[in-house]
């Protein structure tokens, strides 16, 4: 009988171990839980802004084939090309002309190697 009460005793702790080993899981569990939601509604913000960005880009590449350009973005374009050209030179790749930037002929409208662009 005395072995039976212990070998019960025994088999209580085991379980209240076990239980505390399960909510320590449980409470992880819920942790990670959270972690993953707040990573999936960055990563759907980032997405959000990525397509705003892709769309902003289209929208001046389409209007740059069209023949009209922001200047402000004309000026960003330019020097996104300059320092295309300085990684170039450093490379020692031939440095080519850099696209002058000219007054239209009025009416806003700015021109750049024989494409016309549209002033802000």
């Known amino acids: 009988m ?6 019960s005793t025994a088999q209580e702790e085991l379980i209240g171990r076990m239980l505390e080993e399960v909510q320590r899981v449980d ?20 997405q959000e802004e990525h ?9 001046h590449l389409l209007s740059a ?8 973005v004309f000026l960003v374009l330019s ?3 300059k320092l295309q ?8 790749v031939e440095e080519a002309e850099a696209p002058s930037f000219r007054g239209g ?16």
């Open 85 to 92: 050209q300085d990684l170039s030179c450093r490379e020692g």
């Open 27 to 46: 409470v992880e569990r819920e942790a990670c839980q959270r972690q993953c939601h707040r990573a999936e509604r960055r990563l759907q913000e980032q």
């Open 2 to 7: 005395e072995r039976n009460s212990r070998s």
């Open 79 to 81: 020097g996104i090309w």
């Open 105 to 120: 002929s009025g009416g806003g409208r700015l021109a750049v190697e024989g494409t016309v662009f549209s002033e802000s």
């Open 65 to 72: 084939a069209q023949g009209l350009m922001d200047e402000e």
């Open 51 to 59: 397509q705003r960005v892709i769309s902003i880009y289209r929208t």
